[in-house]
Nanobody, 116 residues
Framework: VQLQASGGGLVQAGESLRLSCAASERIFSFNSMAWYRQAPGKQRELVAAVPRGGRVDYADSVKGRFTISRDIGKNTVYLQMNSLRPEDTAVYYC???????????WGQGTLVTVSS
């Protein structure tokens, strides 16, 4: 499985971005897809996950601002990010848990920089 993330960039605080993650295989069969991020000097953290048939999960820091969604027909997962803050600056990675609970495939990462 290949995951291609895109949509990162430089924005000002309060603005929006939409990240996309295109998968090389049908995502409807995956157990879950998610977005993670890693800021400089910090550990990678879960931002949002959309499990198959389950409830969407968000990190507390992004609840009410970010929305994860899937387009099954396009095999693509999106992360709509609104009201961006400087602390959202990070490399964002999409990930797929294809058959179990572990995210076993990862995209290459896309950089999001939010200036104050």
């Amino acid at each position: 499985v290949q995951l291609q993330a895109s949509g990162g960039g430089l924005v000002q605080a309060g603005e929006s971005l939409r990240l996309s993650c295109a998968a090389s295989e049908r995502i409807f069969s995956f157990n879950s897809m998610a977005w993670y991020r890693q800021a400089p000097g910090k550990q990678r953290e879960l931002v949002a996950a959309v499990p198959r048939g389950g409830r969407v999960d968000y990190a507390d820091s992004v609840k009410g601002r970010f929305t994860i969604s899937r387009d099954i027909g396009k095999n693509t997962v999106y992360l709509q990010m609104n009201s961006l803050r400087p602390e959202d600056t990070a490399v964002y990675y999409c990930a797929a848990a294809t058959s179990g609970a572990v995210y076993d495939y990862w995209g290459q990462g896309t950089l999001v920089t939010v200036s104050s």
